[in-house]
């Protein structure tokens, strides 16, 4: 599977940026998706994910009410629609992949970084 993300840039404090992630190489359906983001000095952290087992969807508290996760089968791509940007929102992101139930991922993309100005 390959993943290519994009859509990472710099915006100010309270903006909005979504980000895209084109998988390839097997069937997009059969794949569950995540975002993972990684601040300078930090852990990579989860930050939203399809969740198979009742069909629900994972959200690190720190983002929920402001990013939302969700994919366009058609297009074979993962969104990532983050509003309400803060500055400690700010890092690399990268889109991830799996064919399993559950929060681990075993297909990554590239990161694409995201700036936030205060």
């Known amino acids: 599977v390959q993943l290519q993300a994009s859509g990472g840039g710099l915006v100010q404090a309270g903006g909005s940026l979504r980000l895209s992630c084109k998988a390839s190489g097997r069937s997009f359906s059969s794949l569950r998706m995540g975002w993972f983001r990684q601040a300078p000095g930090k852990e990579r952290e989860l930050v939203a994910a399809?969740?198979?087992?009742?069909?629900?969807?994972y959200y690190a508290d720190s983002v929920k009410g402001r990013f939302t996760i969700s994919r366009d089968n058609a297009k074979n791509t993962a969104y990532l629609q983050m509003n309400g940007l803060k500055p400690e929102d700010a890092a690399i992101y990268y889109c991830?992949?799996?064919?399993?139930?559950?929060?681990?991922?075993?297909?990554w993309g590239r990161g694409t970084l995201v700036t936030v100005s205060s």
């Open positions: 991830a992949a799996d064919d399993t139930d559950g929060l681990a991922f075993g297909y």
């Open positions: 399809d969740v198979w087992i009742g069909g629900s969807t």
